[in-house]
Nanobody, 121 residues
């Protein structure tokens, strides 16, 4: 079994910073891409940032220059540093990992349970 556990959400004032982390554990052979998504009430889930196993990154236009995604392959962990937060960043942030559970096996998509980020004064 594989689990993704997120941490680091909370309440922050506009202009503030917050860091999220997500650690994957369990029966894992290798992790390819890792990503952060978010979903606000009444809105569709959207990609915030993604990072490949070689640390190539991709960001949503709305967070470019403010958010930074990184990963520690040895710890199977992905991070999201969020700066200059805005009220419109308020959402549940979910971690996603594309991973293989065995050598040459299929790639599976796993999701964390989500962590709430609220930006408000």
């Amino acid at each position: 079994q594989v689990q993704l556990v997120e941490s680091g959400g909370g309440l922050v004032q506009p202009g503030g910073s917050l860091g999220l982390s997500c650690r994957a554990s369990g029966s894992i052979f290798s992790i390819n891409g890792m990503a952060w998504y978010r979903q606000a009430p009444g809105k569709q889930r959207e990609l915030v940032a993604a990072i490949t196993s070689g640390s190539v990154t991709n960001y949503a236009d709305s967070v470019k220059g403010r958010f930074t995604i990184s990963r520690d392959n040895a710890k199977n962990t992905v991070y999201l540093q969020m700066n200059s937060l805005k009220p419109e960043d308020t959402a549940v942030y979910l971690c996603n990992a594309l991973l293989q559970r065995s050598n040459g096996g299929p790639t599976y998509s796993y999701w964390g349970q989500g962590t709430q980020v609220t930006v408000s004064s």
